[in-house]
């Protein structure tokens, strides 16, 4: 299984980050677009796979001094072990996405090979395509397995829809300084491992070794609850649009109307997507491409 040494590693990532950055803005978009739909998939079928999960396991594991603590573990689990398929597509296809290029551009820059303005543009039209990609498919998911459509014509959200609405209304519950506080440290530690992932990825010559350097950091940071701001691009619009085929009892199990008031369109950027997208920047272009530069630095210097 052929692999690079790190200082190698830290080279080819400038050279991707010189790449990404001059690729005209229409390619951007449209890469961009892919891997927002395909981080999207993921989130979807970890949104599908992680129903029923804490109900189902507090049942069933009795013995536990805490079962719907261990249940909550389990969901986690099942979560974290099935979202990391958009990112391995991503990479695998050479689809373009925001958090990653929020660290391989900037080990461009630092190493002298494309300049900040070039950085910025290739944030904002991959972010853009992003979006676009993730709401996409949230739309086909709110409207396919997250709803069940009667004889009559009648709308009404299904077991996964349900779920979809309560990761929604929990990634808009950061309320408060320290609410954005937490979302934004949450938004940190996950492009920490986001880009760990990445590098791993660049790590590995072979499909497998690709696979499994991805898969791990990727399964680290869903499973321990950390924010990714494209995901949720997916998980908000997802919760947001089911939310209207709930029945009055899907409703009172949610929590009730007023707090289903706090799920829509202006929360999910205030309570969630702002303060982690910065966190994702911060996480991504100094925790790792910031520091493995300054380690490295004097050996990729004696590469050129």
Known sequence: MAFHPPVAIVAKAGDAGKYKTGLPSWNMVLRGFFSGAYIAMGAGLATVCSTGIMAGTAA?????????????GISQLILGAVFPVGLIITILTGAELFTGDAMLAPVAAFIHKVS???VLN???????GNLIGSVTWAYIMA???YCSISATGSITATAFGVRAVQ?????????GTAGIWSAFLKGIGCNWLVNLAVLLGICADDLIGKFFGIWFPIMAFVS?????????M??????????AYLTADQITTLGGAEKLATLNWVTMWTNNIIPVTIG????GMIFVGLLYWIAFRKEIQALK
């Open 60 to 72: 069933t594991n009795a013995g536990f001094v805490n079962a719907g603590f261990a249940a909550a």
């Open 116 to 118: 900040w303005v070039s």
């Open 122 to 128: 290739l944030w904002v039209w991959v972010y853009i």
């Open 143 to 145: 409207n396919g397995p």
């Open 167 to 175: 990761i929604a209304l929990a990634k808009v519950s950061y309320f």
């Open 224 to 232: 321990s609850g950390l924010e990714h701001s494209i995901a949720n």
């Open 234 to 243: 997916m998980f908000i619009p997802a919760g947001i649009l089911t939310s």
């Open 280 to 283: 994702n920047i911060i996480g």
